[in-house]
């Protein structure tokens, strides 16, 4: 097993964490831990691949820059999302957040 | 420096493990928290192993310095620490679902992985960071005006959506 593939299975876990925990999880900011696990995965592997392949480099780790950028980006608007719908129904729990208007 | 590159990608790879576990099956939010920023020095570490210290730096200062902060205002914003939405178990049948979920893909990806394994070079060369600074400022200019409007737009946005009129009260 090469170098490339231990880097994608470990990824691959990453994703694994992720995906059970935003099923498993009911509350908003639980979800949004495990959507930053996921895109970490993301970035890992674009990075392993670019680094071990011959692939261009400079384009895995900048594509990485762009994916940690849009997480951030993520995380603010989510972070305002959840302030708002727990001013609005008092709870952050998404089986309770099940109407679009009042 | 080959068997010393092995035991480190081991440890990183437990270190990875645990944070992960922690994060999506601890049922305090803030610990939950902790792990995500367990996993994400692992990661980093990673990042150094694969000799891409700039990017294991952009990990800690994005994700670690910026991301995570965030995660711990919408965590203490919403009081999720004390009541414990998590706190109470979900049914069985939640953890059944969640566990198809992510073992369904996992088991596709790692089919693929192991049946058809690329090979790697030996060793990975590190880029100077000078390179990265031309891709951006010349290949992928775009790309990376883009992701600065995207930031301010995310900016702008979350200011709009949090705003508290003051005369509501």
């Known amino acids: 097993m090469s170098a490339l593939n231990l880097y994608q299975l470990v990824a691959l876990m990453l994703l694994v964490a992720g995906l059970y925990g935003i099923v498993q999880r009911r509350s ?24 071990l392949t011959e692939a261009n480099a400079v384009l895995g780790q900048l594509g990485t820059l762009l994916v940690m950028g849009l ?5 603010t608007l989510v972070l305002a999302i959840i302030v708002v719908v727990s001013r609005r129904f008092g709870t952050t729990k998404t089986s309770e957040v099940s109407t679009l208007k009042e | 420096m080959e068997v010393l590159a092995k035991v480190a990608f081991a440890v990183y790879a437990l270190i990875i493990l645990g ?3 922690m994060a999506v ?3 305090s939010l803030v610990r939950a928290l902790v792990g995500l920023i367990v996993t994400l020095f692992g990661v980093a570490g990673m990042y ?17 310095g910026a991301v995570c902060v965030l995660v711990f205002f919408a965590v203490m914003l919403t009081r999720a620490h004390g009541e414990g939405e998590e706190a109470a178990p979900a049914p069985v049948k939640q953890y059944l679902y969640a566990l198809l979920a992510g073992l369904a893909p996992a088991a596709i990806l790692s089919w693929v992985i192991l049946k058809h394994p690329l090979a790697s070079e030996g060793t990975p060369l590190e880029v100077p960071i000078v390179e990265l600074g031309k891709g951006l400022l010349e290949n992928y200019f775009l790309a990376f005006e883009l992701i600065s409007v995207v930031l301010l737009v995310a900016m702008s946005g979350a200011v709009l959506l949090a705003w508290e009129r003051r005369e509501k009260k």
Do not use: C, D, K, R
């Open chain 1, 28 to 51: 908003l900011v639980g979800m949004l831990i495990s959507v930053e696990l996921m895109l970490n995965g993301a970035g890992l592997s674009i990075v392993a691949a670019a680094q």
């Open chain 1, 71 to 75: 997480a951030a980006a993520e995380a």
């Open chain 2, 19 to 21: 944070g992960a576990v």
């Open chain 2, 25 to 27: 099956g601890s049922s």
């Open chain 2, 48 to 64: 150094l192993l694969l000799n891409t210290p700039f990017m294991a730096f952009m990990q800690l200062l994005i994700y670690v």
